[in-house]
């Protein structure tokens, strides 16, 4: 039997669109992984076929449940132009304003599908695909700037360890329990990597962003031909973003912020 908090868990999760749309492409990315395998694996063409159309199907629709989230997105670039760091502030309302156009896009290209408009679906979904990319580029360089900050201030620890005025009990600005530290500094044996991955552990909203993005950019570089990469490497990077994806709204606490 459930516990109540588990079941409320899965309530809260269920109940944000956040989170059927990372279970919804969680399916998509599988299904894509699996009727490659059952191809390379001589599998039943009819099965293969029945896989396959799922997996376009999952895709159709979450078009459809993603409307609107390009003016979230305009919304959310509003809010993170005011951040204090230069940097973050650049590249994240940059990201939010190139996602908000390619979900706009997107949002056109649902409705050619389903017959409501005509338009070049072709160019306009090369278009998509390549403000995507933008958004990911601008997220990988967040990300690599978050972890620099974070491997700072990892040697900084180091350092303070090695020069023999020990480590605090507090938290450094990015999140480093002084307190979860403290043993490495009575270690003489310790090394920089303790350090390195003490700070990596307290971190893991930046790490699991730098996962998630550095799986997703292969799928846009494919798609416009840049990196010949097979039909299952594609599920497979597409899945494991998706993953990442969905835990991070299935603990918020995981998610980067902002």
Known sequence: MM???????????????????KFYRTCQYGSKLLWWCLEQGSGDPDLIRKVKTLEKTIGTSRKLFRFGKSFDAITAAMKTIHLPDVFLSFTITLAKLNQSVY?????????HRIGLVEVDSKRLSNLSTRFWLATLILNLSRDLYELSNVL???????????????????????????????HLSTNNNSSQLDFVILCLQQNMPVVLDLVKNTAD??????????????????????????LVGLST??????????
């Open 3 to 21: 516990s109540k908090d588990l079941t409320k868990k899965i309530i809260t999760f269920s109940g944000q669109t956040a989170g059927r749309d």
């Open 103 to 111: 979900l706009l896009i997107d949002h056109t290209l649902w409705a």
């Open 152 to 182: 700072n201030d990892a040697m900084a620890l180091y350092a303070k360890r090695v020069g023999g005025g020990g480590i605090g009990n507090h938290y450094t600005s990015n999140g480093v329990d002084g307190r979860d530290s403290q």
């Open 217 to 242: 950019i292969f799928l846009p570089l494919s798609s416009l031909g840049y990196l010949p990469i097979p039909v299952g490497v594609q599920g497979l990077c597409g899945l494991i973003s998706s």
């Open 249 to 258: 709204v299935w603990e918020s606490t995981l998610k980067i912020q902002p």
